[in-house]
C-alpha cells in the first residue's frame, strides 16, 4: 500500500543576528533528501526576550554546583604558639575540563617550548586532532601517527587528559579520496580494518574519543554500506576494542547556533538506546565571525541537550573579533554561561595561539613571545581567581574552620612562623571532605630554620650527580684592599631562552652572578656561570611570556691572591622536591650562586644564613641554611618529571697571612 503519509510536528529553532547592519536575511532549513516533500501549515518569527539576570543567575549556579565544603581541624602541642601556625589551602588543578585542541608535534619539538609551557600551565585536558584519517603520514597498509601517538604520550605524562579526534568523518571529503571511491563492501571492510589500527595504538591512551565526527552532517558511510546504522555499530565495535575511552557524538550548530538543536537530541538518544557505548555528547561552538554570545539562548539549547542524560562537552569554542578586550568579555559571556549549566563537563577551546586558529582575531594568546592577549588574560582571571579556591588561615583563628572550595585536587600546606612542615595533597569532588592535620602535634621544639620539603606523600631526593668544575678565576692584583664591581650586560632580546651576558674587567674575579628584568618580571629561566669565548661570563636566561629584556648582573673583585672555582652540578632527578647540591672544598667559601632551569618559575638563588653555601628555589617556599653548597630544589608544587634545576656555585678562597678567606 503507498500513498502519502499524513502527520505533523513542530520544527524550532533559534538565531543570533549578527552585529551588522542589514536589510535582508533569509532563514535555510535543511530537510530529508528530494522526493519526500513537507507541508508547511505555518511559520512564526518571535523575538526572544535577553535575560537581563543572566550573570546573577549564572554566578549562583556556579557556586552551588562547582563547588563542596572542605572540613579542616588541626591538632597541635601546646608548646606552639597559634599565632606561629598557618594553614593555606590551594586549588592546583580543576576537576571540571578547560583545555584546547594542541598541535601533538609541537608538544615534542624543543622551538615551541613556549608554546608547551602554555598548554601546561592554562589547561587540563587537551584534543589531539591529528588522528583523522586524512592525516595519516604513511600509506594505505602501514599507516603513520606518530606525531599524534608521541605527543599524546608526552601530555599524558604531564598529567593532561586527551580526547581524541577524530576516528572517522563520514562527511563527503573529509576521508581520504582512496576510500571514498570504494564500494561498500569494500568500504566496510576498510573502516572496519582502521578501527583496529587506531584502537590498536591508543588503546588506554585517550579520555575521549571523537568517533564519528559530525554525524548529522553526513551520512557517507551509511548510504555506500546501505546500513542506515552503520555507526552504531561501529561505536559499538570501537567500545569492544577498547572500553576506557569515553565515546562522543560530535557536532556542529547545535549551541553556538541552534540550527540542528533538536536533531541533535533525537540523534543523542537513538545512540544511547542503541547500547552501543555512547558516553557523551561532543558540542562544537564555532560563534559565526562577529557573534555576541547569547547567554539566554545558549542556556535553553544545552537545557534542551541535557534532556538526553549523557556528559556535555563543549569541544570547539571559538569565536572572532579584532579588538581583543571586547573578545574577552565575549569569552567571558560563553565560558561563564557554560560553567554554570550542570550537564557541562568540560570546556576545550580549539586553539588559542594566533598562530595557529582558522582566525587569528579568535586567538588568547599572540606572537612568537607567546603574549597573554585581554582575552586570554580574562581566561586567565576566570580559572586562576575568580573560579579557583586559595586560602590562608592562622590557627589563632580557630582550630576547626570550613572552606568552600572549587572541586579538583588541593594542596594543603601548614606553616610554622613562615616555614612549612606539612604539606599533603587531597582531591574535593562533589563529596564534602574532612581533613585532620596532625603532624605539628608534637613535643619538640623546632630549629630556627625548618626544611619546608617534608612532605607526606613525596620523599626528598637530593643527589650530587655530574659535579664538575666549570672553570677558575685568579687576580692579578698587588694590591691588599678588596675592591669590587659591579658588572651590567645589555638587555637580552624579549622571549623564551634569550640570553645575556656579563663579563668582568682586567684584575677582577666574578665572585656573583645574577640577573634582573628591565621591568621586574619574573619570567626568567634563571642565570649560570659558564665559559663563553674563552672567558668566565654571567649567563642570564629570558623566559616564556616575558615581555621586556633580560640583564645579567656579575659582582667582579680584585685584590692580592683572590681564586675563585666555579663548579656546577646537575640535572636534578626527575621528581618532585628534588634537590641537586653542588660542594664547594675545605679551604673555600660559597660567595655566589646561581641555578637555571626549563621552567620560567623559580624564585631565584640566594646565600645560606651562615655564608658557606647558596640556596636556589622553585616557586613557592624557601630553603634554609645549607652548609658549604649551592642546592638547586624542584618545585613542591610540579609535578613529578616536569622541570629539573641545574646549580652553580662560586667557590673562592684568598691566601693571605697564611689563612683562607673567611666568610
Same mark, same amino acid.
Given at each position: ?220 558511510? =551509511? ?23 569515553? &565515546? ?40 559565526? +565571525? ?25 569541544? =570547539? ?110 582531591? &574535593? ?22 626544611? +619546608? ?211
Amino acid at each position: 500500500m503507498s500513498g502519502p503519509l499524513m502527520g505533523g510536528f513542530p520544527l524550532n529553532g533559534n538565531f543570533t543576528a549578527p552585529l551588522r547592519n542589514m536589510s535582508r536575511a533569509y532563514i535555510h532549513f535543511q530537510g530529508p533528501v528530494p522526493g519526500i516533500d513537507f507541508l508547511i501549515d505555518d511559520t512564526t518569527l518571535v523575538e526572544v526576550d535577553e535575560d537581563v539576570n543572566w550573570k546573577a543567575e549564572a554566578d549562583a549556579r556556579i557556586q552551588k554546583i562547582r563547588k563542596n565544603i572542605i572540613h579542616v581541624n588541626v591538632t597541635r602541642s601546646s608548646s606552639f604558639n597559634p599565632a606561629d601556625i598557618e594553614i593555606k589551602i590551594d586549588l592546583k588543578r580543576h576537576l571540571f575540563g578547560f583545555g584546547s585542541m594542541v598541535k601533538e608535534a609541537w608538544m615534542t619539538n624543543d622551538d615551541y617550548k613556549g608554546y608547551q609551557n602554555f598548554v601546561y600551565k592554562m589547561f587540563n585536558w587537551v584534543t589531539a586532532a591529528s588522528f583523522k584519517w586524512k592525516y595519516n603520514r604513511g600509506t594505505r597498509d602501514k599507516p603513520d601517527y606518530k606525531y599524534a601517538t608521541d605527543g599524546v604520550k608526552v601530555l599524558k605524562q604531564h598529567g593532561m587528559k586527551v580526547r581524541g579526534h577524530n576516528m572517522f568523518w563520514g562527511v563527503p571529503g573529509h576521508s581520504p579520496s582512496w576510500v571514498e571511491a570504494l564500494n561498500g563492501t569494500m568500504l566496510k571492510a576498510t573502516i572496519e580494518k582502521r578501527l583496529k589500527y587506531m584502537t590498536g595504538i591508543t588503546k588506554g591512551q585517550l579520555n575521549h574519543w571523537d568517533v564519528n565526527n559530525e554525524l548529522l552532517h553526513g551520512q557517507l558511510y =551509511e548510504e555506500k554500506i546501505g546500513d542506515p546504522h552503520y555507526s552504531e555499530k561501529i561505536y559499538d565495535m570501537v567500545h569492544k576494542a577498547d572500553p576506557f575511552p569515553t &565515546l562522543f557524538l560530535n557536532d556542529y550548530d547545535v549551541v553556538a547556533v541552534g540550527g540542528v538543536t533538536d536533531a541533535y537530541v533525537q540523534q543523542a538518544k537513538a545512540f544511547k538506546n542503541a547500547n552501543v557505548g555512547l558516553g557523551g555528547m561532543g558540542l562544537q561552538s564555532h560563534f559565526k +565571525p562577529y557573534t555576541r554570545p547569547d547567554p539566554t539562548l545558549l542556556k535553553t539549547r544545552l537545557d534542551k541537550l541535557a534532556t538526553v542524560g549523557l556528559p556535555l562537552w563543549i569541544t =570547539e569554542l571559538d569565536l572572532v573579533h579584532h579588538d581583543d578586550t571586547v573578545r574577552a568579555d565575549w569569552y567571558d559571556m560563553a565560558l561563564r554561561t557554560y560553567f554554570s549549566h550542570p550537564a557541562v563537563d568540560g570546556i576545550i577551546f580549539w586553539g588559542f595561539w594566533d598562530h595557529d586558529m582558522s582566525s587569528p582575531l579568535s586567538s588568547l594568546v599572540s606572537g612568537y613571545n607567546y603574549f597573554l592577549n585581554a582575552a586570554g588574560q580574562r581566561y586567565l582571571d576566570l580559572i586562576k581567581k575568580e573560579w579557583s579556591t586559595h586560602v590562608a588561615r592562622k590557627l589563632s583563628e580557630g582550630s576547626s574552620f570550613t572552606v568552600n572550595g572549587f572541586h579538583g585536587d588541593y594542596d594543603i600546606v601548614v606553616n610554622y612562623k613562615g616555614k612549612p612542615i606539612m604539606y599533603q595533597e587531597f582531591h &574535593l569532588g562533589k563529596q564534602m571532605q574532612r581533613l585532620t592535620c596532625s603532624s605539628v602535634a608534637m613535643d619538640v621544639t623546632l630549629p630556627t630554620t625548618v626544611d +619546608p620539603f617534608v612532605h607526606i606523600t613525596h620523599p626528598v631526593q637530593v643527589s650530587h650527580n655530574n659535579e664538575h668544575v666549570i672553570g677558575h678565576m685568579s687576580s692579578g692584583a698587588h694590591n691588599t684592599d678588596i675592591q669590587c664591581a659591579t658588572r651590567w650586560s645589555g638587555f637580552s632580546q624579549v622571549g623564551d631562552d634569550k640570553m645575556s651576558y656579563a663579563f668582568c674587567q682586567g684584575d677582577e674575579v666574578m665572585t656573583g652572578c645574577s640577573s634582573y628584568h628591565k621591568n621586574g618580571e619574573w619570567y626568567r629561566d634563571g642565570d649560570q656561570f659558564l665559559m663563553h669565548n674563552g672567558r668566565m661570563s654571567c649567563k642570564a636566561v629570558n623566559g616564556f611570556r616575558s615581555t621586556s629584556g633580560l640583564q645579567a648582573v656579575a659582582r667582579c673583585c680584585k685584590t692580592k691572591n683572590l681564586k675563585c672555582t666555579y663548579r656546577g652540578s646537575g640535572p636534578s632527578a626527575k621528581s618532585v622536591d628534588a634537590r641537586v647540591e653542588t660542594t664547594c672544598l675545605h679551604n673555600e667559601v660559597a660567595t655566589g650562586c646561581s641555578a637555571w632551569t626549563w621552567d620560567s618559575e623559580m624564585f631565584g638563588a640566594f646565600p645560606s644564613l651562615n655564608n658557606k653555601g647558596c640556596v636556589a628555589s622553585n616557586e613557592g617556599t624557601t630553603v634554609g641554611s645549607q652548609p658549604e653548597w649551592c642546592t638547586a630544589v624542584n618545585g613542591q608544587d610540579k609535578v613529578a618529571g616536569e622541570e629539573r634545576r641545574i646549580g652553580c656555585a662560586t667557590c673562592c678562597s684568598l691566601e693571605a697571612q697564611g689563612g683562607p678567606i673567611i666568610g
